[in-house]
C-alpha cells in the first residue's frame, strides 16, 4: 500500500548536494515526488512509496550526504498523490 509524506529536513541541508543526494535515493528505492530547498534554509521533500521502502529512505534523509548536518525532520503523512517519477523542484 502506497503512503505519502511531506517531510521538512531541517538543519545545514542547502548547499551541500542534499536535494542530490535525495534525488538518487529516491530513484534506488522507487519513491516518487519531489525535493525543493525552501525559504527559510530547510528542505521540504514530497515522498511516496510502499511503508518499507519509505523507512529506508528517511533513514538516508536522516543522514544526508557527507557535508549535511541533519538536526531535525518534521514528518506529516498525506494522502496519496500518484506521482510516476521523482524529480528537483526550483
Known amino acids: ?14 548547499g551541500v548536494g542534499f536535494r542530490y543526494f535525495t534525488l538518487s535515493k529516491a530513484k534506488l528505492l522507487g519513491i516518487n515526488g519531489y525535493v525543493r530547498n525552501m525559504p527559510d ?8 512509496g510502499d511503508e518499507e521502502n519509505l523507512k ?10 557527507r557535508f549535511a548536518k541533519v538536526e ?3 514528518f506529516n503523512e498525506i494522502s496519496p498523490e500518484g506521482y510516476h517519477d521523482f524529480e528537483i523542484k526550483r
Open 41 to 48: 534554509g530547510s528542505v521540504l521533500v514530497d515522498c511516496e
Open 72 to 74: 531535525r525532520i518534521e
Open 1 to 14: 500500500m502506497k503512503k505519502r509524506f511531506l517531510v521538512k529536513v531541517f538543519g545545514r541541508v542547502q
Open 56 to 65: 529506508i529512505f528517511f533513514e538516508y534523509l536522516n543522514k544526508g550526504p
